[in-house]
T-cell receptor, first 109, second 115 residues
Framework: GIQVEQSPPDLILQEGANSTLRCNFSDSVNNLQWFHQNPWGQLINLFYIPSGTKQNGRLSATTVATERYSLLYISSSQTTDSGVYFCAVEQGSGSRLTFGEGTQLTVNP | NAGVMQNPRHLVRRRGQEARLRCSPMKGHSHVYWYRQLPEEGLKFMVYLQKENIIDESGMPKERFSAEFPKEGPSILRIQQVVRGDSAAYFC?????????????FGPGTRLTVT
């Protein structure tokens, strides 16, 4: 099956810093989503981004489908950004998501 | 517009008991997915259902686990004769799957503890 690799596995930042999280996948995909799992365990949808670039406030994402990677940018990080960031891909249309192992982000005040 | 709803949020069962987890999809969504997250791990797909149909159950353990999504009511994930290894967070997601758009939205999860 498809492999999804996220890097770095862990990231510690000071409040106000910027960061880039990466997601590589081993085959062509129909859909790619970024999620934030907060410290209470809830999964928050960040982006639905099979290709191109999207921005939402301090967060933006870019997916280059032909090169099989996606990037999540977090600018001016805040302590509330702490948690695990997951990338997930879907190969068929309307089928299962395959998740990466996540990036654990800690933002210190 | 209510999101995906799951209940109970926390469930404690003794070894050998049955666990029933419920999921109500977002309004207008007819596709339901169940995922399991073991401690300190990512989410793993279990099963994909539409109303009255199991579309893909390739991620479901062959024994003790079953899922349904009846014509009326929520989707149910049922685990019979639970064992300690079943302790995990179980997430349900739903999507509308209109055209090429298939974004999945997740519920808050049910945290199952087997004692």
């Amino acid at each position: 099956g498809i492999q999804v690799e996220q890097s770095p596995p862990d990231l510690i930042l000071q409040e106000g810093a910027n960061s880039t999280l990466r997601c590589n996948f081993s085959d062509s995909v129909n859909n790619l989503q970024w999620f934030h799992q907060n410290p209470w365990g809830q999964l928050i949808n960040l982006f639905y981004i099979p290709s191109g670039t999207k921005q939402n406030g301090r967060l933006s994402a870019t997916t280059v489908a032909t090169e099989r990677y996606s990037l999540l940018y977090i600018s001016s990080s805040q302590t509330t950004d702490s948690g695990v960031y997951f990338c997930a891909v879907e190969q068929g249309s309307g089928s299962r998501l395959t998740f990466g192992e996540g990036t654990q982000l800690t933002v210190n005040p | 517009n209510a999101g995906v709803m799951q209940n109970p949020r926390h469930l404690v069962r003794r070894r050998g008991q049955e666990a029933r987890l419920r999921c109500s999809p977002m309004k207008g969504h007819s596709h339901v997915y169940w995922y399991r997250q073991l401690p300190e791990e990512g989410l793993k797909f279990m099963v994909y259902l539409q109303k009255e149909n199991i579309i893909d159950e390739s991620g479901m353990p062959k024994e003790r686990f079953s899922a349904e999504f009846p014509k009326e009511g929520p989707s149910i994930l049922r685990i019979q004769q639970v064992v300690r290894g079943d302790s995990a967070a179980y997430f349900c997601a739903s999507s509308a799957n209109r055209g090429s758009i298939s974004e999945q939205y997740f519920g808050p999860g049910t945290r199952l503890t087997v004692t």
